[in-house]
């Protein structure tokens, strides 16, 4: 399994556009084959910030989500609100 | 439900050391009550950072988690490893 940080820093005037393209984008995103969570996350120490934080279970399956309609259509739009889009960063878990 | 991504940069040969005491600290965490996920993660673009990404019940677990004998035993010995240490930052999910 592979995890995603995506942390992004949105616009003051741009937040609820925001919210509503990003609420189809993990709609869609929960419901791909290769998903095993996708989730947005507003910050508590600063409401414009925001990250995803996803659990794919492979690298197939990143590929296939990045490919995907929902992600080609919305993402780009997604990128006109933001001020930071911080670099996004692929993990692998640690196991004690 | 409370989320938080604390993310880390641990100097190159202290990453061993780091593992190590990490190892003790995830396993006495994720035995808390009000833990629901609390993970180390490795970052494959830089193995040097390291994010810790958790879910707790409430607030009152998250100052239980930063009260208990582990934490408070092992998290400084953590920051003498570090090279940066990222404001840990806490994320409240957004339900689309």
Chains 1, 2 share one sequence.
């Not at 296939?64 to 992600?71: K, L």
């Amino acid at each position: 399994m592979i995890k995603i940080i995506a942390r992004r820093l949105v616009r003051e005037e741009c937040v609820d556009e925001y919210l509503r393209l990003t609420g189809e984008l993990v709609a869609a995103s929960q419901a791909e084959p290769g998903c095993v969570t996708y989730t947005l996350n507003r910050c508590m120490e600063n409401p414009r910030q925001f990250a995803f934080i996803e659990i794919w279970k492979d690298q197939q399956a990143i590929e296939a989500h990045n490919a995907s309609e929902h992600f080609t259509r919305i993402v780009p739009q997604l990128g006109k609100l933001l001020e930071i889009g911080y670099p996004v960063e692929h993990y692998m878990e640690v196991t004690p």
